[in-house]
């Protein structure tokens, strides 16, 4: 497969932190190579520098079938850049799987038509589970990671890349694609860094797969107005501090963010027949308040009934919305 063009690869990038959440400035125009942007949610920002080359097949029969790489063109030498950090990407189209390299491993000059490799294994290992280490040998460790890893990637590359030191720290990350609830004992021995990182990249791993399953089930649909256009979350019917709350499907609802936020502060919610309720008490509350400008239309872009998803399993579990609605004080 040829290489895609360097905008391409940019719009990729871009997706990828819009997908996993975060947001996108633009420090430099997108055709100048590395690309230069900012990732940002809230008050917690990453300036970046980005390296990036299509990942394709090894090629020729000399070369294992396993072994995919990006070929490092255009440029005669990797930097590092003072107070950015630094990203070494390959991109698998077909998969739309990302390889993050560790880029302290390859500063200095490149050789004539360099290349640098992962195994097509990992690669497949992260489409399905959201990320998987790859050991390279030699202390190395490439991160192949989904494209709603990818802040979390930002966040913890240099923890994770280091895990290469520890052989037993590594088969701890290792196993978290396919066990990513982990137990406080397994972890015990790890230094606290490694601990931190091992705790946030389970959680962003659970996360992330409790999100594609509602949206999914949703069709990317806010089950109240039915809205598209990326702005959806996947909303805890029963909310995850909650003792009870679980990271089920059926107690997630795919809300866009103006009705995320009005189902959390109770202004409206799903009744256990599934109709959508506005609360007259606040309403009122608001009217008294002067606040309460916008509701008519506001209320008029409710749907009667939520959508639902076809799978009946996947719809919100009656025992959820009931004790959703109690504990946030619905009578
Ligand atoms: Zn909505």
Redesign the pocket.
């Known amino acids: 497969m040829a290489g895609l063009s360097k905008a391409e690869l940019f719009e990729a990038v871009v997706n990828a932190v819009n997908e996993s959440g975060w947001n996108v400035l633009y420090l430099a125009p997108s055709t100048i190579h590395p690309f230069q942007i900012q990732l940002y949610r809230g008050d917690e920002g990453y300036r970046l520098r980005i390296y990036i080359w299509t990942l394709t097949h090894g090629g020729g029969s000399a070369r294992p079938a396993d072994e995919y790489r990006i070929q490092v063109t255009g440029v005669d030498q990797l930097h590092l850049f003072p107070g950015e950090q630094t990203l070494l990407l390959g991109w698998w189209e077909p998969e739309g799987v990302f390889a993050g390299f560790d880029v302290r491993k390859h500063l200095g000059p490149l050789g004539r038509s360099p290349s640098i490799q992962i195994r097509r294994s990992c690669l497949e290992q992260a489409q399905i589970a959201g990320f998987s280490p790859c050991d390279k040998g030699n202390q190395e460790i490439a991160i192949a990671f989904r494209p709603d890893f990818f802040a979390e990637y930002v966040r913890q590359m240099e923890p994770m890349h280091d895990f290469g030191q520890s052989p037993e720290a590594l088969d701890i990350l290792s196993d978290l694609p396919q066990h990513p609830v982990i137990n406080d004992e397994a972890i015990t021995h790890l230094d606290t860094n490694r601990r931190r990182t091992v705790i946030s990249v389970s959680r962003r791993l659970r996360n992330n797969d409790f999100r594609r399953r509602v949206l999914s089930a949703y069709g990317q649909r806010?089950a109240?107005?039915?809205?598209q256009l990326r702005l959806i979350d996947a909303a805890h019917i029963v909310p995850v501090n909650h003792d009870q709350s679980s990271d089920e499907t059926c107690n997630g609802l795919a809300?866009?963010a103006?009705?995320h936020r009005a189902y959390d502060q109770a202004l409206l919610t799903v009744s256990p027949s599934y109709a959508v309720m506005l609360n007259a008490g606040q309403a009122e509350e608001l009217n008294r308040l002067a606040l309460a400008a916008g509701i008519e239309e506001f209320s008029r872009n409710l749907r009667q009934e939520i959508l639902l998803p076809k799978v009946i399993a996947e719809r919100p579990h009656i025992a959820y919305i009931q004790l959703a609605n109690q504990i946030r004080g619905w009578p």
């Not at 109240?224 to 809205?227: H, L, Q, R, S, T």
């Open positions: 806010c109240i107005c039915g809205v809300l866009c103006l009705h």
